[in-house]
């Protein structure tokens, strides 16, 4: 499917760097896809400790991943607490070309088009258990080892897979901040091509 024409070139210029994944991170990857091709409505809920960086990036990555290569899934995010979509993050997707609005409030909703073709991704911060995500028949996806630790059994979930990355907040009010979360977003965003380009 047609993506947003700024999203297709960031795309385009991911896909001939996905053979440099390196091996062990495929196997891992490779559970993903596994568990998408063997599930009816596969739904996958990405799970970091405050929902706010990466697991929105897999959300988002992944869904936009789905769609490139039209696959039917539905993506989730949540976190073992709620507080806020970050800035950082949302600044990071805009760069790559995601079309981003939010609403008012302190948590606010935001809206995230990757193609005019679909509806666009709510996306907000939440704890991995609540409203609108799924109540089971899903893959938790743990991004970070905090949330991994905290949470040993996700309720609900028919798989569990570890997908840690490194969170880029370590970066925020330094010179870096940018160069780390483009470097966190093409890597989730090269993942999470990898998986839907195997199924």
Known sequence: MELNPNLEKYIDSLKPKLDQIDVGRRELLMSVADYIRTSVHP???????????????????????????????????????????????????????????????????????????????????????????PQKYFAAIMTCSEADQECPLIFGASERIKLLYEDPKIADGTPKEAARYDERCRQIASEMLYVFSSI
Do not use: M
């Open 43 to 133: 739904k996958l809920n990405f799970i970091c400790t405050h929902n706010s960086r990466r697991s929105h990036l897999g959300q988002i990555w992944a869904q936009t991943a789905a769609t490139h290569f039209d696959v039917e899934i539905k993506t989730f995010s949540g976190g073992t607490e709620a507080t806020v979509f970050h800035p950082n993050a949302i600044a990071a997707l805009e760069r790559a070309g995601f079309e981003i609005k939010a609403s008012d409030g302190t948590n606010p909703k935001y809206s995230v088009r990757f193609s005019d073709k679909v509806d666009p991704l709510v996306c907000f911060s939440k704890k991995y258990d609540e409203e609108p995500n």
